[in-house]
């Protein structure tokens, strides 16, 4: 009798072990069409649909294709922003280090972004990324606004250009970076040397201030 329970056990526990590498295996298993939030998509060769994952489910993907966000938010945020006459800020985030980011290596089309990523090709944002710690490296384009915490290659906005960390050109009425290395066209242009009308520059190491 207590062979038997003990053969019992053994195999239970062989059984939930072999699930959970299973299942370890499918969430690293590239797909070709995934949607997100879940809990098994780690790898995408292909399309994501993305809704918003929360800050504690969060686990980070990577793309390698088109990301497609869909939190309808977005859609009020710009109207919003221009009522109450206050301009984009993106300094209310948290930094995250790049393992625990999404990567999307081709092109994220987006309403808003609200999770951290670093997007390796081509972004369209509607509300650009909000709360959320970004990093573009090649184009970003949006109706509105771009906010970025880094931004490497050329940023361009209507309203607004705002980062961190800048290299490269923004173009839009406003733009805003404090540690920029490249050439700003716009209404009002401020980097961390100066502040110009129209367009302004910069190409020579900057000492930002850290707060």
Known sequence: MKTRILLTAVLLVNSLVYASDRLKTDSLKPRL???S????????????FKY????EHFKPKKVNGLGMGF???GIFLPPLMLFTLQPPGNHDY?????????TINGLQLSIINMEPTVTNGLEINISSNVSTYAVTN??????????HHEMKGVSVAPLANIGQKCRGIQIGLYNQCKDFRGIQIGGWNENGRRKLPLINWNFKQQKVNKK
């Open 138 to 147: 090649g184009m970003s384009v949006s109706p509105f606004f771009n906010l």
């Open 94 to 102: 948290v930094i995250v280090p790049r393992e625990k980011m999404n």
């Open 52 to 55: 918003f994952d929360e800050e």
């Open 33 to 35: 069409i995934a949607a």
């Open 37 to 48: 939030p879940s809990k098994t998509v780690r790898n995408v060769n292909g399309i994501l």
């Open 71 to 73: 939190n309808f938010v």
